[in-house]
């Protein structure tokens, strides 16, 4: 199966701080890379597809890219509606299985 | 509105049975791919299942496989998850989700989520 391993697992951000959050595959994955945020006690929702697909109505703060194993997630200028854990997932090996990193929480300062 | 609203969530002892389902409304349920997503309390999230349109091709993650069925009534734009042999360590919270097969696999709609929770 292959494993998804974001970092960081947390991080805490200032309004308008520039925030990266990585995402490294066991083994290439092609584009097939998604982005998701989740706000306690609700569902996931998502943001990025295919690395760099934003979807309709997500902010253009928000940008996705990277290749083969090593994929980001950038927000420009972190707002205060920001804050939840960001999941990335790949959708590659679907044989195997899909997958979900761990998650990255981010907090604003 | 496209959605999706999942029911079924209950209390189970181990080694008991559970049947969720999700209802989908609002666009060609037939056309698309599904899948179950759960997530644990305080934990990420974990894909359980998905099956394609027409429910040929299904595939588990190893740690449902065995006990957990997804299937699917086109006719009726429902998705199913029939839990056996349930464990503690299946506790948590059950999404479906809309799984964009033409959209590289994303999962571009969710529902809000059926608890289930296994204890004696």
């Known amino acids: 199966d292959i494993q998804m391993t974001q970092s960081p697992s947390s991080l805490s951000a200032s309004i308008g701080d520039r925030v990266t959050i990585t995402c490294r595959a066991s083994q290439t994955i092609a584009n097939y890379l998604n982005w998701y945020k989740q706000t306690p006690g609700k569902a996931p929702k998502l943001l990025i597809s295919a690395v760099s697909t934003l979807q309709s109505g997500v902010p253009s703060r928000f940008s996705g890219s990277g290749s083969g194993t090593d994929f980001t997630l950038t927000i420009s200028s972190v707002q205060p509606e920001d804050f939840g854990t960001y999941y990335c997932?790949?959708?590659?090996?679907?044989?195997?299985?899909?997958?979900f990193g761990q998650g990255t929480r981010l907090d604003i300062k | 509105q496209v959605q999706l609203v999942e029911s079924g969530g209950d209390l189970v002892k181990p080694g008991g049975s559970l049947r969720l389902s999700c209802a989908a409304s609002?666009?060609?349920?037939?056309?698309?791919?599904m899948s179950w997503v759960r997530q644990a309390p305080g934990k990420g999230l974990e894909w359980v299942a998905y099956i394609t349109t027409s429910g040929s091709t299904i595939r588990y993650a190893d740690s449902v496989k065995g006990r957990f069925t997804i299937s699917r009534d086109n006719a009726k734009n429902s998705l199913y998850l029939e839990m056996n042999n349930v464990r503690a360590e299946d506790t948590g919270v059950y999404y479906c989700?809309?799984?964009?097969?033409?959209?590289?696999?994303?999962?571009?709609?969710w529902g809000q989520g059926t608890m289930v929770t296994v204890s004696s």
């Open positions: 997932q790949q959708s590659y090996s679907t044989p195997g299985g899909i997958t």
């Open positions: 609002g666009f060609i349920f037939g056309d698309y791919y």
């Open positions: 989700a809309r799984d964009n097969w033409s959209a590289w696999r994303a999962f571009d709609i």
